[in-house]
């Protein structure tokens, strides 16, 4: 059975509380608007965060309904948002109106989370410019290798993509990164790149291009300050093993 296979029976099988019945029938504890509102974003499952996006279902089904029928035929989530807008509006239940919001919405995500990379987040919670680099790397069907410059108050000033390889590596070049840190007078980088095989674990080619940049830039006072792998998972800093 498929990964896809497994999806699609695990959201098929989940209890459907709202079967027969309007989501504002429902006990109110159990509305994914209300339990959203009393207990946050976390509690809610996939399904009812995609259905409050949705805001309403097919005809005959409520959101929540939709939702899982999304979900169990395109998903999981990560999968699912992984898709191009042009994919998204091809979807029975979400259409081009919702896959624009849809993108606009998974953006602006991209865009906050480099608005705290902007105030030096990068290094005051090393964990954001992990969570930055898998939203900008994440579900790439080539691996690609990025950067991100910081400034002397580990500030970002550019997130570029350096290189794109193939479906198993790709050809990092040290003297690029270099000459990409002068030209935006950076003070320090932050590395990453993905593993579309969704492994996690660094390769040792990883941990020799790691060493490589690190000793390039230090030639030239940049600091390197980690190197993530961005795969199925959170992502693996390798300056947390003690390899950069």
Not at 32 to 55: M, T, Y
Not at 62 to 69: H, I, K
Not at 153 to 175: N, S
Not at 192 to 202: A, V, Y
Request: aromatic share 6%; net charge neutral.
């Amino acid at each position: 059975m498929t990964f896809a296979d497994q999806s699609a029976q695990f959201y098929r099988h989940i209890p459907a509380i709202g079967d027969g019945m309007h989501i504002r029938d429902w006990p109110r504890d159990e509305r994914p608007r209300e339990k959203l509102i009393k207990q946050g974003a976390v509690a809610l499952s996939d399904a009812e965060l995609l259905a409050l996006f949705l805001g309403s279902g097919l005809r005959g089904e409520d959101a929540v309904a939709t939702a899982r029928g999304i979900l169990g035929e395109h998903g999981p989530l990560r999968v699912l948002l992984e898709r191009t807008p042009a994919e998204l509006a091809k979807l029975k239940g979400i259409g081009p109106a919702r896959a624009c919001k849809l993108s606009a919405a998974l953006e602006l995500c991209s865009r906050f989370m480099a608005a705290g990379l902007a105030r030096g987040d990068a290094m005051s919670d090393p964990a954001a410019a992990g969570r930055y680099f898998g939203q900008r790397l994440r579900g790439r069907v080539s691996e690609v290798f990025a950067a991100l410059f910081l400034d002397s108050r580990h500030r970002a000033l550019a997130f570029e993509e350096l290189f794109t390889g193939t479906i198993d590596g790709t050809e990092v070049h040290p003297r690029e990164v270099v000459r990409r840190a002068l030209a935006h007078n950076a003070a320090a980088v932050i590395v990453g790149h993905n593993h579309p095989s969704g492994h996690p674990e660094p390769s040792h080619a990883d941990r020799a291009v790691t060493a490589s940049l690190k000793q390039a830039l230090t030639l030239v006072d940049v600091r390197l300050l980690d190197h993530f792998v961005i795969a199925d998972g959170p992502p693996v800093s390798l300056a947390a093993r003690g390899w950069v």
